[in-house]
Nanobody
């Protein structure tokens, strides 16, 4: 089992920045890929970004490319999501997830472990 805990959410004005953290614990050797997803009220959960623990390969949703950066600290078993130039449409609960298979995927159902989420609200 892998446990993931998100932190760093909050309220920010449009154009501002936030950095989310995701700490993984437990059998972290079971997780090969970490992903960030988000879910706005009344909408489906959607992919934001993902990164491989080994090699650091990354992949982004088009909606955040150039504004968000995913990174990892293998020594701390922690993944970060730096969010810049935030827009009101970025408002959502942001979830961190771990995938056992060593292939990046934007599909929600392919992730095995999920955190509880952290709220990000961007005011206009």
């Amino acid at each position: 089992q892998v446990q993931v805990v998100e932190s760093g959410g909050g309220l920010v004005q449009a154009g501002g920045s936030l950095r989310l953290s995701c700490a993984a614990s437990g059998r972290t050797s079971s997780s090969a890929v970490m992903g960030w997803f988000r879910q706005a009220p009344g909408k489906e959960r959607e992919f934001v970004a993902a990164i491989k623990w080994s090699g650091g390969n990354t992949y982004y949703a088009d909606s955040v490319k150039g504004r968000f950066t995913i990174s990892r600290d293998n020594a701390k078993n922690t993944v970060y999501l730096q969010m810049n130039s935030l827009k009101p449409e970025d408002t959502a609960v942001y979830y961190c997830a771990a995938r056992k298979v060593n292939t990046i995927s934007p599909i929600t159902g392919r992730y095995d472990y999920w955190g509880q989420g952290t709220q990000v609200t961007v005011s206009s």
